[in-house]
């Protein structure tokens, strides 16, 4: 019984899958063992497994659909290098890195394997040209972005952190020279980032004025001031810090390299959100920087907010994934359980917010394909950018909201990873620009008029 057990587990798997998970399936039961066996077995058996098959099915049961956020099919309009690329990550996250998340979102602590297991993607540094980085289009930036943020939002925070603000400052603000010191390294993730804009004092004033401040003493810069959020500060191995200029006032853009003694990064507790994410308090004190450590072609913050312009659009896909996560866990959840005597899935209170929660996520995943088309056109504008964090980030909120509802208690439970996407969605609410401030990004753009207070 114990061998019919397995086979009809393993044939009622078969029917609910699709081409990837086969592979996956691959890895995890010797299909042609287990086929062999099956040609193996005589009359009898095999009459006697067909009736098992066949009465063990309950009344009323029948194949269910595969459980998958990507309604409108979107992964067809990739190459099939792109979407080998997509699955790669999707395998790695699901196989290797969802197995640690609850455990250290818990704790409040970074899985640091995660960095050996993504040098294995080659996925830093995704659409900038040389330094050792891919090339692709952006496009792939923000469907990788969506991968990684599906299943856990910290990782994915850590790795838009690095690639994009850290990394995506030096490609567009540094000199060659800096470029070729930093791009190659932290491309194979053998040098970490992070990205300083964000103070205690100045959060969505940045624009306006940071208190940070930076000097050249004849000899070197000296940068004083403080940093709050900083994410993977802790532990990078250069932060990009942003400081007003006392002479022209203008933003500069530093590279504070770690262990330099003016520089004090100390990590923040107790955040309800991103709890990998380890962020820091950064206290800069007569913070000494070698003129060829400041960005060459940072000159004031139109250029940090060329940066801004390029990562806000990955931070919209990772709205995304974040939504699209908390929808798949839902779905399964709701077939799965059942009240009155039935799935939960089958009542149609349910499956309208599924339904919504899908509707959802495919209005935020079309109109990121569309913004990534743009930037890989070179079309993309700041009001392009804010649209899709607002509305993603919106749209993201009620989705997880949703998901959570539809698993009553457990929707509050790690275990069933619904509950951390809710408290993700916070931060990312947050940050890269609130909706406000995004929104008068818009506006301004649409109206003419610019509504930021002065
Ligand atoms: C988890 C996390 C990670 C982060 N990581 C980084 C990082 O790595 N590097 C970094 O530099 N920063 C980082 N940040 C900072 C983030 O970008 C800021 O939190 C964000 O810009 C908002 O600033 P604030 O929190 O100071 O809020 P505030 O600016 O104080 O805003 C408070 C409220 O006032 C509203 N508001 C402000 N101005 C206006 C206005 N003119 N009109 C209407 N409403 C307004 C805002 O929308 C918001 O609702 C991170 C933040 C979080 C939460």
Same mark, same amino acid.
């Given at each position: 019984?114990?061998? /019919?057990?397995?086979?009809?587990?393993?044939?009622? =798997?078969?029917?609910?899958?699709?081409?990837?998970?086969?592979?996956?399936?691959?890895?995890?039961?010797?299909?042609?063992?287990?086929?062999?066996?099956?040609?193996?077995?005589?009359?009898?058996?095999?009459?006697?497994?067909?009736?098992?098959?066949?009465?063990? $099915?309950?009344?009323?049961?029948?194949?269910?659909?595969?459980?998958?956020?990507?309604?409108?099919?979107? #992964?067809?309009?990739?190459?099939?290098?792109?979407?080998?690329?997509?699955?790669?990550?999707?395998?790695?996250? *699901?196989?290797?890195?969802?197995?640690?998340?609850?455990?250290?979102?818990?704790?409040?602590? /970074?899985?640091?394997?995660?960095?050996?297991?993504?040098?294995?993607?080659?996925?830093?540094?995704?659409?900038?040209?040389?330094?050792?980085?891919?090339? =692709?289009?952006?496009? +792939?930036?923000?469907?990788?972005?969506?991968?990684?943020?599906?299943?856990?939002?910290?990782?994915?925070? /850590?790795?838009?952190?690095?690639?994009?603000?850290?990394?995506?400052?030096?490609?567009?603000?540094?000199?060659?020279?800096?470029?070729? *010191?930093?791009?190659?390294?932290?491309?194979?993730?053998?040098?970490?980032?992070?990205?300083?804009?964000?103070?205690?004092?100045?959060?969505?004033?940045?624009?306006?004025?940071?208190?940070?401040?930076?000097? !050249?003493?004849?000899?070197?810069?000296?940068?004083?001031?403080?940093?709050?959020?900083?994410?993977?500060?802790? /532990?990078?191995?250069?932060?990009?810090?942003?400081?007003?200029?006392? @002479?022209?006032?203008?933003?500069?853009?530093?590279?504070? $390299?770690?262990?330099?003694?003016?520089?004090?990064?100390?990590? +923040?507790?107790?955040?309800?959100?991103?709890?990998?994410?380890?962020?820091?308090?950064?206290?800069?004190? @007569?913070?000494?920087?070698?003129?060829? #450590?400041?960005?060459?072609?940072?000159?004031?913050?139109?250029?940090?907010?060329?940066?801004?312009?390029?990562? $806000?659009?990955?931070?919209?896909?990772?709205?995304?994934?974040? &939504?699209?996560?908390?929808?798949?866990?839902?779905?399964?959840?709701?077939?799965?359980?059942?009240? !009155?005597?039935?799935?939960? &899935?089958?009542?149609?209170?349910?499956?309208?917010?599924?339904?919504?929660?899908?509707?959802?996520?495919?209005? +935020?995943?079309?109109?990121?394909?569309?913004?990534? *088309?743009?930037? @890989?056109?070179?079309?993309?504008?700041?009001?392009? &950018?804010?649209?899709?964090?607002?509305?993603?980030?919106?749209?993201?909120?009620?989705?997880?909201?949703?998901?959570?509802?539809?698993?009553?208690?457990?929707?509050?439970?790690?275990?069933? #990873?619904?509950?951390?996407?809710?408290?993700?969605?916070?931060?990312?609410?947050?940050? *890269?620009?609130?909706?406000?401030?995004?929104? =008068?990004?818009?506006?301004? &753009?649409?109206?003419?008029?610019?509504?930021?207070?002065?």
């Amino acid at each position: 019984m114990a061998f /019919f057990g397995k086979v009809r587990n393993t044939i009622n =798997l078969l029917k609910n899958i699709d081409l990837d998970q086969l592979t996956k399936i691959n890895q995890q039961i010797d299909l042609s063992e287990a086929m062999k066996t099956l040609g193996n077995l005589d009359e009898n058996q095999l009459k006697g497994l067909m009736k098992m098959l066949k009465t063990k $099915r309950r009344k009323g049961q029948h194949d269910l659909p595969p459980i998958d956020g990507d309604f409108y099919n979107l #992964d067809l309009k990739l190459t099939e290098e792109q979407r080998e690329l997509q699955l790669k990550v999707r395998n790695l996250m *699901e196989d290797e890195v969802r197995p640690l998340i609850n455990d250290h979102w818990n704790r409040a602590k /970074f899985p640091f394997e995660v960095i050996e297991m993504f040098k294995k993607l080659n996925i830093a540094g995704i659409p900038y040209e040389g330094y050792g980085c891919p090339n =692709l289009p952006f496009l +792939m930036e923000g469907v990788i972005a969506q991968e990684i943020a599906r299943v856990d939002v910290s990782i994915s925070t /850590f790795f838009g952190v690095h690639s994009g603000l850290a990394m995506g400052s030096i490609y567009l603000c540094g000199s060659e020279e800096q470029k070729q *010191e930093w791009l190659p390294k932290m491309q194979k993730l053998e040098a970490i980032g992070a990205f300083g804009l964000t103070e205690p004092n100045v959060g969505s004033g940045v624009a306006g004025g940071l208190e940070t401040t930076c000097r !050249f003493d004849g000899e070197h810069w000296v940068i004083n001031g403080q940093k709050k959020w900083i994410g993977n500060a802790t /532990f990078a191995d250069v932060i990009v810090i942003w400081a007003r200029d006392e @002479d022209s006032n203008q933003v500069k853009g530093f590279l504070v $390299r770690k262990g330099n003694p003016g520089f004090k990064a100390e990590k +923040m507790e107790d955040k309800m959100a991103l709890r990998i994410v380890q962020n820091a308090l950064i206290t800069l004190t @007569d913070c000494k920087i070698p003129d060829s #450590d400041r960005l060459k072609k940072a000159e004031s913050f139109r250029d940090t907010a060329k940066v801004l312009k390029m990562t $806000r659009a990955g931070v919209a896909w990772q709205a995304v994934g974040c &939504a699209r996560g908390a929808y798949e866990s839902a779905l399964k959840y709701t077939k799965k359980r059942e009240q !009155f005597g039935r799935p939960i &899935a089958s009542y149609q209170l349910i499956q309208n917010h599924l339904v919504e929660m899908l509707s959802n996520l495919t209005a +935020m995943q079309t109109l990121c394909f569309r913004l990534s *088309e743009l930037q @890989d056109q070179d079309l993309l504008k700041d009001e392009h &950018a804010s649209m899709a964090k607002v509305f993603t980030s919106m749209r993201m909120r009620d989705v997880v909201s949703r998901a959570r509802e539809v698993m009553g208690g457990n929707g509050i439970l790690l275990e069933y #990873d619904v509950a951390r996407f809710v408290a993700d969605a916070e931060a990312i609410y947050s940050y *890269e620009g609130t909706k406000e401030i995004n929104s =008068l990004i818009v506006g301004r &753009a649409i109206t003419g008029y610019s509504a930021f207070v002065n």
